[in-house]
């Protein structure tokens, strides 16, 4: 468009546009080329990108089913793992049942080693029969208990009238007890605390009661001391029934035998059995407890004999009362190696009845009657 430099009013201005316009067609054209090289280096770098790409894939292929094979050995070899511990924790358990019954075993003879322990003494009479019957004296109480010292050769007999009270007679000894106008007169002792119910005991020179008010409360009373010298609550639910159907105030029945202290009582439930628990006297200790199969239904007194519980029970009325339960801590004793056992017939049911080892013979309540039963033993069968 311009014209040329020799044809124009200035030739300088001119011929130094061309110059410019030449150096701007020089640029241009080096533009033009470097976009041409770089137009040919972008094909060649996404040629070698999707050949890239495409190993990329191949290798993707590879790896997924490389990463499927193994995802199938680890579950391969996670189910024998699983089967591996299963078979591991079956001899387990296995050992464990086999151990389990194992230590039941020796529980089982440890606790027959300590009963046999417990009740190791030189006693081993078996009740046959109730040979005879004395009343050595009535007084107008129908419900109480009298006794000896079952632990003593003290001839003393000790009278507690009434199902509830706290006063106890001491009589010097029998003639005292059956004649009132024997010389001495008999002491009267004041108790801190009331008896509940007919099931006291009196041992080496203490008294066993239980305490008036509470349900399973044992009193030990010193009576050289006059002073009460321990106390003991008895578990098992005891005191929340009467012991024995027939002897409607007594809670708790304490005896003594050859083998020292014990206590009986119901246990729970309607049909309830009678719980025979060996106590020590001189801790008040719980040293073994026994769920007999003798029902407290129909019952009216207990007594042991040599570690041998017998349970007696009322006919109501039309017969004598007799022993139809036997419950023997050793297992050597069983109802069916017993004859008949029944008491002479009274009028009513026994308050209480409770043996003397030191004399061998029973001490009853019977509608304000004190009784003494003699009785016929024999050898018991010994232990294997």
């Not at 099931?199 to 008036?212: A, E, P, S």
């Not at 061998?360 to 033993?377: D, F, H, P, R």
Request: glycine fraction near 6%; charge should be neutral; aromatic fraction near 10%.
């Amino acid at each position: 468009f311009l014209p040329l430099p020799q044809y124009a009013q200035d030739p300088a201005m001119v011929h130094y546009i061309y110059q410019r316009f030449q150096v701007l067609e020089q640029g241009l054209a080096k533009c033009t080329e470097a976009t041409r090289a770089y137009l040919q280096d972008f094909r060649e770098f996404s040629k070698n990108i999707s050949v890239m790409v495409g190993r990329c894939h191949t290798y993707t292929s590879e790896y997924k089913s490389a990463v499927n094979n193994l995802a199938l050995r680890v579950e391969r070899a996670q189910r024998e793992i699983d089967y591996l511990e299963y078979l591991r924790e079956a001899d387990i358990c296995l050992e464990s049942e086999e151990k389990t019954l194992a230590e039941k075993l020796l529980q089982a003879a440890e606790e027959e080693k300590k009963i046999r322990s417990l009740l190791n003494a030189s006693c081993d009479n078996l009740l046959t029969g109730i040979k005879s019957l004395k009343i050595v004296k009535k007084t107008l109480d129908p419900d109480g208990s009298w006794m000896k010292d079952a632990g003593s050769d003290s001839p003393k007999v000790y009278l507690l009238i009434g199902s509830r009270n706290k006063t106890l007679w001491e009589f010097a000894n029998i003639r005292a007890f059956m004649e009132d106008s024997t010389k001495p007169a008999p002491r009267k002792l004041l108790l801190p605390l009331s008896w509940q119910g007919s099931g006291q005991v009196l041992y080496k020179g203490f008294l066993y009661f239980h305490n008036q008010g509470t349900s399973n409360e044992i009193i030990k009373y010193n009576l050289q001391k006059r002073t009460v010298e321990d106390r003991m609550l008895l578990l098992g639910g005891a005191g929340r029934a009467l012991v024995y159907q027939h002897s409607p105030f007594t809670y708790i029945d304490l005896a003594v035998d050859e083998h020292g202290l014990w206590t009986i009582h119901a246990g729970p439930g309607v049909q309830s059995h009678l719980v025979l628990t060996k106590i020590d006297p001189g801790t008040l200790g719980i040293e073994h407890s026994w769920d007999t199969p003798c029902r407290s239904q129909d019952a009216e007194a207990s007594f042991l004999l040599c570690g041998v519980l017998y349970v007696v029970y009322s006919s109501g009325g039309q017969g004598p009362s007799r022993i139809t339960c036997v419950y023997d801590p050793l297992g050597t004793v069983s109802d069916e190696d017993l004859p008949n056992l029944f008491f002479p017939r009274r009028p009513r049911s026994h308050s209480m009845i409770h043996y003397n080892p030191r004399d061998k013979q029973l001490y009853a309540w019977n509608e304000g009657n004190q009784i003494i039963y003699k009785l016929q033993t024999k050898r018991k069968l010994p232990l294997k």
